[in-house]
């Protein structure tokens, strides 16, 4: 296995309480601090939806409850892998109904994204 790239995102959902859209926003943080510049023209790899791993780990208080297939969206290339654990946080925030809140607690995920050369 050759992984060059680990990143690290944590994501929030102030209001709704959903762990999948925590993760959603934790996945996309990591994302967005890395690029794959050079895949194609430096290591040789013509199609990085085949030569591309990408394993995902997130951590959030209820895993069972996270949607994988929203979680793969927001990957734009590689074979993906998507595991939950139990972490995050669960914390005290706002009742707000009008924001769709079930309770006053707030989900925070982290999420590590792992890329390697298949």
Same mark, same amino acid.
């Given at each position: 296995?050759?992984?060059?790239?680990?990143?690290?995102?944590?994501?929030?959902?102030?209001?709704?309480? /959903?762990?999948?859209?925590?993760?959603?926003?934790? @996945?996309?943080? %990591? &994302?967005?601090?890395?690029?794959?510049?050079? $895949? +194609?023209?430096?290591?040789?790899?013509? /199609?990085?939806?085949?030569?591309?791993?990408?394993? @995902?780990?997130? %951590? &959030?208080?209820?895993?069972?409850?996270?949607? $994988? +297939?929203?979680?793969?969206?927001?990957?734009?290339?590689?074979?993906?892998?998507?595991?939950?654990?139990?972490?995050?946080?669960?914390?005290?925030?706002?009742?707000?109904?009008?924001?769709?809140?079930?309770?006053?607690?707030?989900?925070?995920?982290?999420?590590?994204?792992?890329?390697?050369?298949?």
């Amino acid at each position: 296995m050759n992984r060059f790239i680990i990143e690290f995102g944590m994501g929030v959902d102030f209001h709704g309480q /959903d762990v999948t859209r925590a993760a959603e926003k934790a @996945v996309l943080d %990591a &994302v967005s601090k890395s690029c794959l510049c050079g $895949l +194609e023209e430096v290591v040789g790899i013509n /199609d990085l939806n085949k030569g591309v791993g990408v394993n @995902v780990t997130i %951590a &959030v208080a209820r895993p069972a409850e996270v949607d $994988l +297939e929203r979680i793969k969206k927001c990957l734009p290339v590689g074979q993906k892998t998507i595991k939950t654990i139990e972490g995050g946080m669960t914390v005290p925030g706002l009742f707000i109904p009008d924001f769709g809140d079930k309770d006053s607690s707030i989900e925070a995920a982290l999420a590590c994204v792992e890329v390697e050369i298949l």
